[in-house]
DNA sequence: TACAGATCTTA
DNA sequence: GTAAGATCTGTAC
C-alpha cells in the first residue's frame, strides 16, 4: 500500500445485528431458511462495491476488507469478566446466517477477516494504523460510536445506512471532542449495552466539557478535586479506577496479530458467475438480476452455488449461558420469523388444506404438458413422481409421471397405459383404443428434460433413488433433488416410531390417507398391473402422489434448518442418492456355472445327510421344521437342555445344538450341518441367479432410510449378508467376479468401531494401541489379565476380543456368557474388570444414557441423530434393551457416516485421478470396486485415502482410520 | 394369500 | 449385548 491507496473497511459483525433488525424476515422461499441479514447485508455489500466501481465518485477503494467478530471471549473479558456480559444471545433465526454472510464476502471474492480472541473493531483499529502509516486513506464502513477514536486526517466513517461521512470536525460536532479524545470520553460515559461501567452520573456532555477543562483522562483524574460540583467531583473520586477500567476496555488494540497482509487486501473484480450462483442459491432474484446485468453474466446460465450449512448447537443444556435452552421452543411472540415457528406453521397449514383429487388434470397433449412446465418455472418447484411397470427401478418401464408444483395443483400424464383388462394378457394393441391419446414418451421425455435438469427447479421426491434410476435409464440426470423420505430420515430416525413411507408421513403430517396401491390396482391374485388400470382412477392416485409429496415436503424442509439438520441432510443424505442409483445401475457380474455347481454339491450333500438324521431319529421328519425338530429331540429321544422359546415351542437355535453335539450327540451335529447347507443353497446358490440380468450382473436395491442409525440397508438380494465365515459359505463369494481385463477390489475399514469408540470415549491406553498400530484384542486381554501380549494364549485373546465387541453394543453379563458360553457370573467378573481397567468406557457410557434420557435421541460424531422415546419406559427389560441401543448407535452411526462420506467424495476423487474404477457395492465397512487390470495399483491408494480421510474436516479423531485393500478375480480372494 | 416366528447370514 | 434381510414353517384368514 502507498499513498494514494484508499482501503475500505467493511464492520460485518456490527452490520450483520442491523441489517437483521433494521429488515423485515425474510425467507428463502423454497425451504424456510432465514436470510432476511444475509439479504440486507448482500444488498448492502453490492452497493458498496458498485459505488467503488464508480470513478467518478473519486473515492474508488484500492483495498478492501470485511472484518468480523470471531468469538464472543477476548483480551478484554481477562480484564472485566462483565464485558459485554449482558450480551443476550443472538435471535435464533439470525445465528444460521452468520455462516451464510461469510459465504457472502467470499462469493463477493472480497476478504473475510476475522481473530480468534479479537473484536472486529481491533481488527479494524489495526489495519486502519498500517494503512495511515502507509500514507494511505481509510474508509471504516461503520456506524459504531467506538470506532470513531480512529478517526483522522486520512481516516473517515462512513455509515452508509444514512449515507453519512463522518470525519474528526463532524465527531467533534457530534461528541464536542475530537477523535483522540473519544476513548477518554468513552471511558468516562461507560456503555451499557456492552457494560462499559464508566463513572455514574457522567453523559456526553458532562464528559465533553470536563475534557475541554482538564484536557485528558487522567489530567481529569489526578485533579478530580477542583471539580466545584460536590456529587460530580465525588462520583468521579469514587469511581476512578472505574473510569481507568473502562479505558482499556474502549481502546482499541492497533496491534493485533494478523493473518492477512494489508497488501493483500488489494482489489480485483469479482467474479460474476461466482457471485451469481452464490445469490442464486440464496433466491434473491432481484439483486441476482442486477449483479448479473451489471456485470455481464447471465443468470440463466449459472447453477445455485451449493452453500454450506452450519446447524445451531445441539444437544440438551450443553451450553454455559442457560438461555439457549430456551431459544428452541420459539412457540410466543412473531412465529413465522423463526425456522421453529415456520415449521410450526406449516404443519398447521398442511393439516387445514384439504387434499381435493377432483382437481388434478390429466395431460394428453403437448400444449397442456408446457403450460404445466411453465408453471414449475413460475414456482421454482417441481414435486415429481414416477409410476412403473415394477417396484425394482432397474426393470421398471414407464408408465406415467405426474408431477405437482403447488399445494393442490397436480397432473398426470399417461405413456404406456394399456387397454382395461388387457392386464393378464399379452396383447396390448386393439384394447389401445379404450385409454384414450397419451403423449409418445420420446415426446414427454425431450421437453420433460429441461426442467427436469435445470439447476434453478428444485425437484422433489418421496424416495428419489427409485425415480432418479428410472429417469437416468432414460438419459435424464435430475438435479437438483431434495427427497422427503431422506428429510423425515434425517428428522425422525427412530426405533420405534413408524417408518418413512409416503402414506405413513401423510397420515402423519398431513392428516390425509392417499389412495394405496392396493385400492388402485387391487391385491393378490386380482392385482391388475398399473398400465391397465383406468386412467382416470390412476390420475387421482399418481397426482395424489406428488401433491402430497409436495406438501409434506413444504411442512418437513423447514425442520431441518429449525433443528439443526441442515448439514445431515445436505451432506450425508441428498448427495449419496446419485452415488447408490450408479452403483444400483451397474450391478456386480456373477458366475452362473459357479452357482449351479455349488447348488448341486450342496443338494448332495443336504440330501445325505438327512437321510442320516432321519435313521438317527427313527422316523422320517422335516428336518427344516424346528416345531417337528424339537419334538424328536426333546419329546421323543429325551435329550438333556431343552428350553422354551417364548411362544412355548422347543428351543433347536444352532448355539443349542452345538452344545448338545460337544456332548458328543450325533443327531444334532448332522441337523447343524443340514442346515447350514439347506441355508446356503436355498438363500444364496439357488436363488442369486433368479436376479441376474441379460450381462450376468446383480443389481441390489440399498435402501437409505430403513436403519436407525444411518447403516444402509440391501435387499432384492440382500448382498451384504454374502456368506464369509465358513469354507462352504465363502465359495458363494468366488461366485461374484470381475469381467475379463479387470479386478474386483475390496476396501474395508479395519476395527473402525473400535476405534470411533477410543476415540468417543478419549481412552488414552485405546488410542495410543491404535496409533502405535498393535493388536487390540490382545492389549485389551493384557491390560485385563496382566498377560503380556508375546505368546498369549488364542483362549485369552478371544475373550477379550468378544468383551470389545459386547462392549460396543452395550454389553450385559447375560450376552457376554452366552457369546463364550461360560457361567453369567464369570461374564460379570469379566465386565466388571472390564471397566476397573478402563474407566473411561463406563463414563462415557452413563454420559450417553443420561444424555438419550434427558434429550429422548443420541448423536453420531457428525450430527445425526437417531431417537430412542422408549428410553424413559419403566419397563426396566424394555430400558435395559434401548439403553444399549442408545450405547450402540452414535458408535455403529458414526462409522455408517464416514463410510457415506467417502462414498460421496469417490467418484470425483477417482474421476480426478482419471481412473475408470466403478464403485459396486458398501457392505457397512467395505466398498466394492471393478477396477481395470492395468489401473490397479493406481486405484489402491485413492480409495485408501479417501476413506482413510473421510472424517475430516468435520472431525480431527484421535485415532488413526485404517484400510485394507487388495484386488483379485473374484470377491472372495479379494477380501 | 398374508403374516409372525424361528433361524441364519452379514458388519 | 448392536444393526440389518431372506427363507422356511405353521397358522390364521
Known amino acids: ?24 424476515p425474510l425467507t428463502r422461499k423454497s425451504d424456510g431458511l432465514p436470510v432476511g441479514a444475509v439479504s440486507g447485508f448482500c444488498n448492502m455489500l453490492w452497493k458498496l462495491v458498485e459505488e467503488s466501481r464508480d470513478t467518478s465518485v473519486g473515492v474508488c ?25 449482558h450480551r443476550p444471545p443472538p435471535p435464533e433465526d439470525l445465528r444460521p446466517q452468520f455462516s451464510l454472510i461469510r459465504e457472502a464476502v467470499r462469493a463477493f471474492d472480497l476478504p473475510c477477516i476475522e481473530k480468534e480472541g479479537f473484536e472486529a473493531d481491533d481488527l479494524i483499529a489495526t489495519y486502519t494504523r498500517l494503512a495511515v502509516e502507509a500514507g494511505g486513506d481509510v474508509t471504516i464502513v461503520s456506524s459504531d460510536k467506538d470506532l470513531m477514536q480512529l478517526v483522522g486526517p486520512s481516516v473517515i466513517l462512513y455509515d452508509q445506512m444514512k449515507d453519512k461521512r463522518l470525519g474528526p470536525e463532524d465527531v467533534r460536532e457530534k461528541f464536542g471532542v475530537y477523535p483522540e479524545k473519544m476513548i477518554d470520553l468513552q471511558a468516562l460515559v461507560g456503555d451499557t449495552s456492552d457494560n462499559v461501567p464508566g463513572v455514574p452520573g457522567i453523559g456526553p456532555k458532562t464528559a465533553a466539557e470536563l475534557l475541554e477543562t482538564f484536557g485528558t483522562l487522567e489530567a481529569l483524574l489526578e485533579r478530580a478535586g477542583e471539580i466545584k460540583q460536590a456529587k460530580r467531583r465525588e462520583n468521579i473520586l469514587a469511581h476512578a479506577d472505574q473510569a481507568r477500567l473502562s479505558k482499556q476496555l474502549v481502546t482499541l488494540d492497533q496491534n493485533t496479530p494478523l493473518d492477512t497482509s494489508l497488501d493483500d487486501l488489494f482489489i480485483h473484480e469479482p467474479d460474476g458467475e461466482k457471485l451469481v450462483a452464490y445469490l442464486k442459491a440464496m433466491e434473491f432474484t432481484t439483486l441476482t438480476r442486477r449483479v448479473a446485468a451489471k456485470l455481464g453474466t447471465d443468470a440463466s446460465e449459472v447453477a445455485p452455488a451449493p452453500v454450506t450449512i452450519s446447524d445451531a448447537p445441539r444437544g440438551p443444556d450443553l451450553d454455559a449461558g442457560g438461555d439457549t435452552a430456551l431459544a428452541g421452543g420459539g412457540a410466543e411472540g412473531a412465529m413465522p420469523l423463526t425456522p421453529a415457528g415456520l415449521a410450526a406453521e406449516r404443519l398447521s397449514e398442511a393439516a387445514s388444506t384439504p387434499v381435493d383429487r377432483s382437481r388434478y388434470e390429466t395431460i394428453r397433449d403437448e400444449a397442456r404438458l408446457e403450460a404445466w412446465i411453465a408453471r414449475a418455472y413460475d414456482t421454482g418447484l417441481l414435486a415429481f413422481d414416477t409410476e412403473t411397470t415394477s417396484l425394482d427401478a432397474m426393470r421398471a418401464d414407464l408408465v406415467g409421471l405426474s408431477f405437482a408444483v403447488a399445494p393442490g395443483e397436480a397432473a398426470y400424464v399417461p405413456i404406456g397405459h ?34 427436469l435438469t435445470d439447476p434453478s427447479i428444485l425437484k422433489i421426491g418421496q424416495n428419489t433413488k427409485y425415480d432418479y434410476l428410472v429417469m437416468l435409464r432414460h438419459g435424464i440426470d435430475i438435479a437438483p433433488m431434495d427427497d422427503t423420505m431422506l428429510i423425515s430420515y434425517v428428522l425422525d430416525a427412530s426405533s420405534s416410531l413408524e417408518g418413512h413411507g409416503m402414506d405413513e408421513l401423510s397420515e402423519r403430517f398431513l392428516g390425509h390417507k392417499p389412495i394405496s396401491y392396493k385400492d388402485l390396482c387391487g391385491t393378490g391374485k386380482g392385482a391388475k398391473p ?68 455349488l447348488s448341486g454339491r450342496f443338494a448332495q450333500k443336504a440330501a445325505g445327510l438327512e437321510a442320516d438324521i432321519h435313521i438317527l431319529a427313527g422316523e422320517p421328519f422335516n428336518v427344516g421344521s424346528p416345531k417337528q425338530l424339537g419334538e424328536v429331540l426333546f419329546g421323543k429321544l429325551g435329550l438333556p437342555g431343552g428350553k422354551k422359546t417364548k411362544t412355548g415351542q422347543w428351543a433347536t437355535d444352532a448355539r443349542l445344538l452345538e452344545d448338545l453335539a460337544a456332548q458328543g450327540h450325533e443327531l444334532p451335529r448332522r441337523i447343524v450341518d443340514w442346515r447350514q447347507i439347506t441355508k446356503l443353497k436355498g438363500t444364496y446358490t439357488d436363488a442369486l441367479p433368479t436376479y441376474m440380468d441379460e450381462a450376468d450382473r446383480i443389481h441390489t436395491s440399498y435402501s437409505m432410510a430403513s436403519t436407525t442409525t444411518g447403516r444402509l440397508s440391501s435387499s432384492e438380494p440382500n448382498l451384504q449378508n454374502i456368506p464369509v465365515r465358513t469354507q462352504e459359505g465363502r465359495e458363494i463369494r468366488t461366485a461374484f467376479v470381475a469381467p ?45 489379565f496382566g498377560v503380556p501380549v508375546e505368546g498369549m494364549p488364542s483362549e485369552v485373546r478371544r475373550r477379550a476380543k468378544a468383551i470389545n465387541f459386547g462392549i460396543v453394543y452395550g454389553i450385559s453379563a447375560f450376552g457376554l456368557a452366552a457369546q463364550l458360553s461360560i457361567p453369567q457370573g464369570e461374564a460379570a467378573s469379566y465386565i466388571k474388570r472390564y471397566f476397573e481397567r478402563f474407566p473411561g468406557i463406563r463414563d462415557y457410557m452413563d454420559r450417553v444414557k443420561a444424555f438419550a434420557k434427558e434429550a429422548g435421541y443420541v448423536e453420531t460424531l457428525f450430527g445425526r441423530r437417531a431417537h430412542y422415546p422408549d428410553i424413559r419406559s419403566s419397563n426396566p427389560q424394555v430400558r435395559a434393551a434401548v439403553e444399549r441401543a442408545a450405547i450402540n448407535a452414535p458408535i455403529q452411526g458414526s462409522a455408517a457416516d464416514i463410510i457415506r462420506r467417502a462414498m460421496v467424495r469417490m467418484e470425483d476423487a477417482l474421476k480426478a485421478e482419471r481412473l475408470q474404477a466403478r464403485m459396486l457395492l458398501q457392505v457397512h465397512d467395505e466398498l466394492v470396486f471393478e477396477v481395470p487390470d492395468e489401473e490397479v495399483e493406481a486405484t489402491i491408494p485413492v480409495v485408501r485415502r479417501v476413506m482413510e480421510k473421510a472424517a475430516e474436516p468435520v472431525v480431527d479423531l484421535a485415532v488413526p482410520l485404517v484400510v485394507d485393500a487388495r484386488a483379485a478375480a473374484n470377491w472372495d480372494e479379494a477380501h
Open 1 to 24: 500500500m502507498q499513498k494514494g491507496d484508499h482501503l475500505f473497511l467493511v464492520d460485518g459483525s456490527a452490520y450483520i445485528f442491523r441489517a437483521y433488525h433494521a429488515l423485515p
Open 61 to 85: 477503494p484500492t483495498h478492501f476488507a470485511v472484518i468480523f467478530d470471531h468469538s464472543s471471549t477476548t483480551f478484554r473479558n481477562a480484564l472485566y469478566d462483565g464485558y459485554k456480559a
Open 418 to 451: 394399456i387397454g382395461e383388462g388387457s392386464g393378464d394378457l399379452l396383447s396390448g394393441g386393439e384394447a389401445a383404443d379404450s385409454v384414450g391419446l397419451q403423449l409418445p414418451l420420446g415426446r414427454v421425455l425431450d421437453l420433460l428434460k429441461p426442467v
Open 530 to 597: 398399473i398400465a391397465a388400470c383406468p386412467i382416470d382412477k390412476v390420475t387421482e392416485y399418481a397426482a395424489e402422489d406428488a401433491d402430497v409429496t409436495l406438501r409434506l415436503w413444504r411442512v418437513l424442509k423447514p425442520r431441518l434448518v429449525a433443528e439443526g439438520m441442515s448439514s445431515v441432510y445436505e451432506r450425508l443424505e441428498r448427495p449419496l442418492v446419485p452415488v447408490l442409483a450408479r452403483m444400483e445401475e451397474r450391478g456386480i457380474r456373477a458366475d452362473r456355472q459357479i452357482l449351479s455347481r
Open 740 to 784: 475379463d481385463g479387470h479386478k474386483l477390489l475390496s476396501a474395508d475399514y479395519s476395527q473402525i468401531e473400535l476405534r470411533l469408540l477410543a476415540h468417543m470415549a478419549d481412552i488414552p491406553q485405546l488410542t495410543e494401541a491404535f496409533r502405535q498400530g498393535q493388536d487390540i484384542h490382545a492389549t485389551t486381554a493384557s491390560e485385563m
